[in-house]
């Protein structure tokens, strides 16, 4: 079921999003400026669909957030050519100066500034007055996860609700992680008021309320807040809107994209906004459409972890790859479940990236319900359910709390591999430096858990402060 957020016409969208900077100005005189434009439904749209329109972008989930999230895991080896910002990431080198880093700090914040935007002039448009609250539901819900995104990775940072219009409001303290959580949280709690559970056809992709419901109970758990997290999970199995799809093969492919199993994706379209990942993760050297890359390399002790008869390693994994004139070309073990095999070129295909699935949802649930009261069956039911999909037999009875804890860890760096959380749950599961060292990264310290500050932000930003260590 492949569809597509709506597209804006590139030249309305590519003007709204150059004219970001220009917000900054003292005296904006573009015709796109905030007071002349936010005027009708069509506007309002727009500049929604601009917000999200930061997604997509290298800098953020078509590149940074799983270079930032898995290539420096336990997962992923670095396999560019002379990315010296990569090979950092990998190898926990990393410096304020990585370009990485900065990007994708930069990105955010220009996201967050024109969420800001709408949020504070959508209500003032001419329009149906539900489909404007939805609207800015939907701004809210990606807002809180461009912070929850920052705050994941640098810890305290600059908060900032309000659209920035002048430069004299450029100069922001870091604000504790605790106050962050704080607002996410009460903007997905808003956001899931005026989200609807689903869409037509023409807007499938937006933004719904399972996401945000999905998105908050995940907040809860990175803010060690079991019980909240395991309440909304469960509101979310509850209300029947999602499923596990039967075979895990079936995640991927563009044209089964947004199933019942894709909570929220990031959308990509070949020929509009196209991903780059047949080229990321492709082998370097081969033949088209899998030409191209390759950004990384599996780790070969992540490869062996896989428990025997497990599904998704080699849906996940491949080492070797035969054309369709019968010859056969044999490689490092890639990222495979994201190839478009109908792709013509590596760096624009329709595949999307999930940014919640289902299966995420359920292993949440199964960790906050042992957090709270231990390994029960219930805690046991939502685990087992995602790893009978694979074909595998149910968890062992009689595990300790400690015990299921990693076995849920464990789960997730099988089932959510290479989607970009792996660093940021051994964080909070406290393992990053036991897990880095077993694959001979022997420099993981506790700054680690944190990336640093990027140093163009404080050179620019002087009430900012570095992260100890760097």
């Keep these: ?38 005027k009708t439904e069509a506007d309002a749209i727009a500049a929604v669909n601009a917000v999200y329109s930061h997604l997509s972008t290298g800098a953020y989930y078509g590149g940074g957030a799983w270079r930032m999230g898995d290539l420096a895991s336990d997962l992923l080896d670095d396999g560019a050519v002379s990315r010296t910002e990569t090979l950092e990431l990998n190898t926990y080198t990393v410096a304020s100066t990585n370009a990485v880093l900065a990007d994708f700090w930069q990105r955010l914040y220009v ?62 303290v870091r604000r504790p992680a605790a106050e962050i959580y704080t607002q996410i949280i009460q903007d997905l709690q808003e956001a899931e008021k005026g989200l609807p559970a689903s869409y037509a056809a023409a807007d499938l992709g937006r933004v719904t309320k399972g996401a945000a419901q999905s998105l908050l109970a995940k907040v809860y758990l990175f803010n060690r807040d079991f019980a909240a997290a395991a309440q909304k999970a469960q509101e979310v199995v509850q209300s029947n809107t999602y499923s596990l799809v039967p075979n895990y093969a079936d995640l991927w492919p563009a044209e089964k994209e947004n199933g019942p199993e894709h909570i929220f994706s990031v959308q990509y379209k070949a020929g509009v906004v196209g991903s780059g990942f047949n080229e990321t993760f492709g082998v370097r050297g081969g033949k088209t459409p899998i030409t191209g890359g390759s950004g990384a390399f599996v780790k070969k002790s992540f490869i062996s972890s896989f428990e025997t008869g497990d599904l998704r390693k080699d849906i996940s994994i491949k080492d070797s790859y035969t054309f369709s004139d019968s010859s056969k070309a044999t490689f490092q073990p890639h990222v495979w479940k994201y190839f478009n095999p109908n792709g013509t070129t590596p760096s624009n295909t329709d595949t999307n990236w999930p940014v919640i699935r289902y299966a995420d949802l359920l292993l949440i649930l199964a960790e906050a319900r042992n957090e709270v009261a231990g390994p029960t069956p219930d805690a046991y039911a939502p685990i087992n359910q995602v790893r009978s999909r694979s074909k595998l037999k149910a968890l062992p009875t009689g595990l300790t709390k400690e015990q299921f804890r990693d076995a849920v860890l464990q789960e997730r760096g099988w089932e959510l591999c290479f989607e970009g959380h792996r660093r940021y749950d051994l964080i909070r599961m406290n393992k ?34 570095q992260n100890t260590g760097y």
Aim: aromatic share 8%; net charge positive.
């Design 111 to 172: 996201a967050v500034n024109q969420a800001n935007a709408a949020i504070g002039r959508v209500p003032g448009t001419t329009m149906d007055a539900t489909r404007k609250a939805r609207l800015v539901a939907e701004v809210r819900f990606l807002r809180a996860l461009f912070y929850f995104d920052l705050v994941k990775a640098f810890g305290d940072v600059p908060l900032v609700l309000e659209e920035t219009t002048s430069l004299n409001a450029l100069s922001v």
């Design 1 to 38: 079921m492949k569809k597509k957020l709506s597209t804006l016409p590139v030249l309305v969208l590519s003007v709204w999003l150059g004219s970001s900077c220009q917000f900054l100005d003292e005296n904006p005189q573009d015709f796109l400026a905030p007071a002349n434009f936010y």
């Design 432 to 465: 990053l430096r036991e897990a880095m060292q077993k694959v001979a990264i022997t420099t993981t310290v506790p700054k680690h858990n944190l990336y640093p500050i990027p140093q163009r932000e404080l050179d620019t930003n002087r009430e900012l402060q």
